[in-house]
């Protein structure tokens, strides 16, 4: 097989190979492992190929950029940059958006390579132009050069190319291409930002994260709503967040929810800030967060309580993310009747809303009913037995019978509900003293699909995996649910026939 590629390639660099034979090497090439390739490769191969790039036929081009993808994988990353560096500069400036995407993603793949980054570092031109593909037209090739200029920022050297050099200027210039463009710079921005202190200090001192943050509290309320989703990645991160906490960033967005109310445009941007506080409270502490601004918590209860589904949807979210870990669960508990009305609300809205906001429901009451078996004390088990039966008059025949619709998407947010309270042992009562609902666990013919399956498997393990589940469900119950699990979630008990004589 590699004699055949090589033979094909040879025609390919005397410029003898039709289309058909290009699509016949590009089949080759994928049939033949990288160590035989490599040993074959010459630099009239690549470069014949790379020629064959300069033609107007889209097919071709096409071709030869899949058979490019192949090849250039099985080389060494130095090699690439050293011998092909011409090649790859003009792979940048190609009409065909493909071979922009080829040649971005290898210099992706170079600067990996800790041998090959200062050969591209020491090539600001090409450097220069993957910072003007983030300006071009299509999507694809814009995140692929995002993608790359991230990987280069990931060392010292690299961050000092992008922010210490007449690079930063072009990066600035090419933010000036249109507002998109401008995000795509920002979201380049807060990525590199992400990754340590140091990038972080970096990208500061450039100007870029005042610039970011600027449009966040400015008056275009489009913007806010974009900038705020950036802000709340940076905001993962403990630099990120020790950063915006220092510039006053937290603070700002607290008086802007504060202000939301007078403004009638607020609809635009709230949900993106409520959601800040509430990534913010989770990867920090609900407590400390809901106490320093309480106006989160109260904007909050305001959009779970009003007639607008966007609000409620956003609300019913950040609960959900809120009241995700013990210490949120109990800093809703503190509210006391005010969370145990709303929690009856989001029962309903689970019930009768349109179906995108039963599921959003669904998920934010698995989240607030889970409690892991090490923190399942007295008090925790009472709160989440009184929010279960807050959310209707017959909570569970309520999700029973979400989960018997056909409707694939609310059958398993039903399954992950049951799935939540598995492994507490008042769930565990009320399912036994539901009739028939063992058997429906038990009964695989209801359920018609993957993603159901594997929701009911998920279900039994929780149940099979629960310390007190043998003492109330008795011997009986417990062994079928330990044969489920064994036997596993795609099981299809066999159906023996029997053949009569006679019959046809």
Not at 186 to 196: A, G, H, P
Request: glycine letters at 4%; a negative charge.
């Amino acid at each position: 097989m590699a004699e055949a590629v090589v033979e094909l390639l040879e025609r390919a660099a005397r410029r003898e190979a039709p289309l058909e034979e290009l699509r016949a090497l590009h089949l080759a090439v994928q049939a033949v492992p990288p160590a035989a390739l490599r040993a074959r490769l010459s630099d009239d191969h690549l470069g014949a190929l790379f020629a064959l790039l300069s033609v107007n036929d889209r097919e071709q081009v096409s071709a030869c950029v899949s058979i490019l993808e192949r090849l250039l994988q099985a080389l060494d990353p130095v090699y690439v940059i050293q011998n092909l560096r011409e090649e790859l500069q003009k792979g940048l400036f190609h009409p065909d958006d493909s071979v922009k995407i080829l040649t971005i993603s290898q210099v992706g793949r170079i600067v990996e390579n800790s041998d090959a980054i200062t050969e591209i570092l020491n090539s600001p031109e090409l450097l220069r132009q993957i910072i003007n593909c983030i300006g071009g037209e299509k999507i694809a090739v814009a995140k692929e050069a995002i993608k790359s200029l991230s990987r280069i920022a990931q060392t010292q050297d690299g961050l000092e190319a992008l922010f210490v050099s007449s690079l930063l200027s072009d990066l600035k210039n090419v933010m000036a291409t249109n507002d998109v463009v401008r995000y795509r710079v920002y979201e380049l921005i807060v990525e590199i930002s992400s990754v340590s202190a140091d990038s972080l200090n970096y990208c500061a001192n450039s100007g870029l994260i005042s610039e970011l943050i600027g449009e966040l509290t400015g008056d275009d309320v489009l913007v806010r709503a974009t900038c705020i989703e950036m802000v709340t990645s940076l905001a993962h991160t403990s630099h990120g967040r020790q950063y915006l906490a220092q510039q006053g960033i937290i603070d700002k967005i607290s008086n802007i929810i504060l202000g939301a109310e007078s403004d009638p445009f607020s609809g635009f941007y709230l949900p993106g800030f409520v959601k800040f506080f509430g990534n913010l409270a989770v990867v920090d502490s609900p407590q400390q967060i809901c106490e320093r601004y309480p106006v989160f918590m109260e904007k909050v209860f305001e959009m779970a309580e009003s007639h607008d589904p966007t609000m409620i949807g956003v609300a019913v979210d950040t609960l959900g993310i809120l009241g995700s870990n013990v210490e949120g669960k109990q800093v809703l508990q503190k509210t006391r009747s005010r969370f145990q009305n709303l929690i009856s609300r989001i029962g309903h809205e689970a019930k009768n809303a349109p179906t995108e906001l039963r599921l959003r429901c669904l998920d934010a009451i698995s989240s607030l009913l889970y409690l892991p078996p090490e923190q399942q004390t007295e008090d925790l088990l009472r709160m989440t037995e009184s929010w279960f039966t807050s959310l209707s008059s017959q909570p569970l025949e309520l999700f029973r019978s979400i989960s018997t619709q056909p409707f694939p998407d609310l059958h398993c947010g039903a399954l992950r509900v049951f799935t939540a309270i598995a492994n507490q042992p008042w769930a565990q009562k009320l399912m036994l003293n539901s009739p028939g609902f063992v058997e429906y666990i038990v009964d695989r013919s209801v359920e018609p699909d993957k993603s159901s399956k594997d929701a009911k498997y998920e279900l039994v393990k929780a149940l099979v995996n629960s310390k007190t589940i043998a003492e109330i469900f008795g011997n009986q119950y417990y062994l079928r649910l330990r044969a489920y699990l064994h036997e596993g979630p795609y099981f299809v008990k066999a159906v023996s026939t029997t053949a009569v004589e006679g019959a046809e």
